[in-house]
């Protein structure tokens, strides 16, 4: 099956660093989407992103969707206590209905 | 709006035992869908269904029943319980019109002894 490869697995930033996560993937996808898991829940939606190249912001996240289709990256500016968590990236392949999730890069900010 | 329910939140079993972890949404979604998450290993699909009467199988299908008889409701079933079986389930549900806009429940955390 498809598989996504997220880096970094676990950061430690400082309160107000900015933050940058990657994903990439072997097959091609027609969609990218960012989620983030708060400890205890489940996941919720960050961003989708649907062109290649497409560059979308949600406050003070941004994500873009690779030019080859087969990576993503999210970046986390003026970081802030409550973004603690764990964000997956997952890819979804043209007319598919089965979302490819990464392993997740779990973030920790020290106040 | 309640959402995406899951009950029940937390279960034991006993290895061999039978159970079924309901889900159900109240956002009149055509697709729901079931992953495990284990720890170091993401979101794993197991079984999806894009409307009442159609399910088909994920990644991690083995183990597991589903069926779809209403839009709102989509039980998992674990027919025989085995301790690889031990994980935290969630469900999921979107429109069809946006698939990967999941919209996921809090979670039910089995452990098979």
């Known amino acids: ?111 | 709006n309640a959402g995406v329910t899951q009950t029940p939140k937390f279960q034991v079993l006993k290895t061999g035992q039978s159970m079924t972890l309901q889900c159900a949404q109240d956002m009149n979604h055509e697709y729901m869908s079931w992953y495990r998450q284990d720890p170091g290993m993401g979101l794993r699909l197991i079984h999806y269904s894009v409307g009442a009467g159609i399910t088909d199988q994920g990644e991690v299908p083995n183990g597991y029943n589903v069926s779809r008889s209403t839009t709102e409701d989509f039980p998992l079933r674990l027919l025989s319980a085995a301790p690889s079986q031990t994980s935290v389930y969630f469900c999921a549900s979107s429109y069809l019109s946006g698939p990967g806009e999941l919209f996921f429940g809090e979670g039910s955390r089995l452990t098979v002894l």
């Open chain 1, 1 to 111: 099956g498809q598989q996504l490869n997220q880096s970094p697995q676990s950061m430690f930033i400082q309160e107000g660093e900015d933050v940058s996560m990657n994903c990439t993937s072997s097959s091609i996808f027609n969609t990218w989407l960012w989620y983030k898991q708060d400890p205890g829940e489940g996941p919720v939606l960050l961003i989708a992103l649907y062109k290649a190249g497409e560059l979308t912001s949600n406050g003070r996240l941004t994500a873009q969707f690779g030019i080859t289709r087969k990576d993503s990256f999210l970046n986390i500016s003026a970081s802030i206590p409550s973004d603690v968590g764990i964000y997956f990236c997952a890819g979804l392949g043209a007319g598919s209905y089965q979302l490819t999730f990464g392993k997740g890069t779990k973030l920790s900010v020290i106040p």
